[in-house]
């Protein structure tokens, strides 16, 4: 008995868990498995080891679900005692998990959630490490791109969903799209999972603006792109973030995609090595993606980048640090200056 435990303590000893609550089925499904696979190429990129201990990968399917999401975070924190976290992705996974997370505050890498209530919760919290946009930058990247292009003066209408990204971005469209000399002319709420949102797009028909700002995501945005084809709405510029880049998306709505904007800081086949310092992890983008495909069989798209990026500094924090000390992997984290 004595040397079983002994051997199971040095087990655990010469292993790094990492909880990965994410969303593989459900409503988000396009987001967790595209960051997963970005996760899994970052751990090969290391060899499944940082130092002499081997990575392993707690992946919780939390099913797009809120409740779920809070069981999967107690189970992980709190049976499984992970010190360090990556997931959920979206939005609203995020915010159910926060009030879990906060109970015993693992390390968390964040790459998700872009409402800025999460930045308000834990922004400030030293073991909360966001490595994505929140609705602001997107909205004054996407106000500043399209008065280049078009000026001020333009008019503008707003949809935005009844779910913590749609209400969370509409006081930043407001405010940055205003900003940038675009006149508000209606802003309409729809609910989401909605089938049908010809009502809303016939009031924005009536106001006949000249650019429309959409704040939906997956299913929703698929479902109003569809519709605004349908209904022949006649906006010349249609915006949105930047789930218009995920090939899921795409697929599903077609040709209804033509004449979309979005934003992304994902720029395809970029042939200059991304980290000096580190090239062995971060090459050209060109290389990385033809690496992907080969794996994966498909096009890689800004969430399996990020997820790739997002873990890698996480392991690149672990070799800083030479352990898994929790507080020193928080200051190695903290002073990586790695361009991705």
Same mark, same amino acid.
């Given at each position: ?6 051997t199971?303590?040095?087990r ?9 609550p994410?969303?593989?089925?459900g ?19 290391f ?8 990575? =392993? ?17 107690? +189970? ?17 996974m ?5 009030p879990?997370w ?16 999460? #930045? +308000?919760?834990?922004?400030? #919290?030293?073991?909360?490490f ?13 106000? +500043? ?17 009844d ?11 407001? &405010? ?33 603006? #000249?650019?429309?700002i ?11 792109? &569809?519709?605004?084809?349908i ?15 995920? #090939? =899921? ?8 995609? =033509?004449?979309w ?12 090595a ?6 062995d ?13 080969a ?23 672990f +070799? &800083? ?18 361009e991705?």
């Open positions: 008995m004595l040397a079983t435990g002994a199971s303590a040095a655990a000893a010469e292993t790094v868990q990492i909880g990965m994410i969303e593989l089925s409503r988000f499904v396009s987001f967790g498995s595209a960051v997963k696979r970005g996760i899994d190429m970052a751990v090969d990129a060899h499944g080891h940082v130092g002499n201990r081997k990575i =392993e990968l707690l992946v919780r399917d939390v099913q797009s679900d809120a409740q779920v999401t809070v069981q999967v975070m107690n +189970e992980l924190t709190k049976q499984n005692n992970v010190q360090f976290v990556i997931g959920p992705i979206s939005s609203a995020v915010a159910a998990a926060i879990a906060r109970q015993t505050k693992p390390i968390w890498i964040c790459h998700g959630s872009t409402a800025p209530l999460t #930045e +308000e919760q834990v922004g400030n #919290e030293p073991h909360f966001h490595t994505f946009p929140y609705l602001y930058h997107y909205a004054a990247a996407m106000s +500043e791109g399209l008065k280049s292009v078009l000026g001020g003066g333009k008019s503008a209408a707003i949809i935005y969903s779910d913590a990204y749609g209400r969370a971005g509409l006081p930043a469209a407001r &405010k940055y799209f205003t900003k940038a000399g675009f006149k508000i002319t209606d802003e309409q709420l729809v609910r989401s999972g909605a089938t049908d949102m010809n009502p809303v797009l016939q009031r924005i028909r009536i106001g006949r603006p #000249e650019v429309l959409v704040l939906l995501q997956t299913t929703d945005l698929a479902t109003l792109a &569809k519709q605004v084809q209904a022949n709405l006649d906006v010349p510029y249609l915006t949105d973030g930047t789930d218009i880049f995920i #090939e =899921e998306w795409q697929k599903t709505v077609g040709s209804a995609q =033509e004449g904007i979005g934003v992304s800081g994902y720029i395809p086949g970029m042939q200059r991304a980290s000096k310092q580190r090239p992890i971060f090459p050209a983008i060109g290389q990385w993606e033809s690496d992907f495909r794996r994966y069989n498909v096009a890689p798209g800004y969430l399996d980048i990020g997820g790739y990026c997002a873990m890698s500094m996480l392991l690149l924090a +070799e &800083k640090a030479g352990s898994v000390d929790q507080e020193s992997v928080a200051a190695a984290l903290k002073s990586l200056d790695v991705t």
